[in-house]
């Protein structure tokens, strides 16, 4: 089955600085990719995401990188803010009836002001 | 626009009891449900997927006479936990999909068993 790897796990940037996490999926099936952002103690919220047809897509501070070939995706924050500081989670899906997603370990950011 | 809601957001239980979520999709018609359980400081590890009208279908390892789920209708679904246990105590959070493959999430309930 699908598996997802999500780098790294923690990243501290100060404010204004660029983050950016890393995720690998090993399904060259998997043509689905969106990243959640989840706070403390609350469920994920769609940040972005992006399809296999497509190799870059952006949203205001935020872009996501795809290549198909090396079968991996990243996340891209420019600007950062104190708010964007929560977890981030990557995730890959195949275009099935049942749309199951398998998601990456996470990576938790911290934005210091 | 798509909104998923869940009741209780959190809910503290004796051992032994039986509790039910509850998960809304308030402004769309899901065509599926998902229930996740995350631990502290950890992914989301899917449960089980439901379609209204039919069955769910349990990922493995979970025991289906143990989380009990109805999808009644196109916005609600619901997960029992039936006797629970202090190992049942997590984080659930369950999503809703409609005709494409996004789906998305609700609040989540923290369920403590005592």
């Known amino acids: 089955g699908e598996n997802v790897e999500q780098h790294p796990s923690t990243l501290s940037v100060q404010e204004g600085d660029s983050a950016v996490i890393k995720c690998t999926y090993s399904?060259?099936?998997?043509?689905?990719f969106p990243w959640y952002k989840q706070e403390l103690g609350k469920g994920p919220q769609l940040i972005i995401d992006?399809?296999?047809?497509?190799g870059e897509k952006k949203d205001q501070r935020i872009a996501v990188t795809l290549n198909k070939t090396a079968k991996h995706f990243s996340l891209h924050i420019t600007e950062t803010q104190p708010e964007d500081s929560a977890v981030y989670f990557c995730?890959?899906?195949?275009?099935?009836?049942?749309?199951?997603?398998?998601f990456g370990t996470g990576t938790r950011l911290l934005v210091s002001p | 626009g798509a909104v998923v809601s869940q009741h209780p957001s959190r809910v503290i239980c004796k051992s032994g009891t039986s509790v039910k979520i509850e998960c809304r999709s308030l402004?769309?018609?899901?065509?599926?449900m998902f229930w996740y359980r995350q631990f502290p400081k950890q992914s989301l590890m899917l449960m089980a997927t439901s379609n209204e009208g039919s069955k769910a279908t349990y990922e493995q390892g979970v025991e289906k006479d143990k989380f009990l789920i109805n999808h009644a209708s196109l916005t609600l679904s619901t997960l029992t936990v039936t006797s629970a246990h202090p190992e049942d105590s997590s984080f659930y959070i369950c999503?809703?999909?409609?005709?494409?493959?996004?789906?998305?999430f609700g609040p989540g309930t923290r369920l403590t068993v005592l």
């Open positions: 399904d060259s099936a998997s043509n689905y």
């Open positions: 995730a890959a899906s195949k275009e099935t009836g049942f749309q199951k997603l398998v």
């Open positions: 992006i399809r296999s047809n497509v």
């Open positions: 999503s809703a999909s409609y005709s494409t493959d996004t789906q998305y």
């Open positions: 402004d769309f018609q899901a065509t599926t």
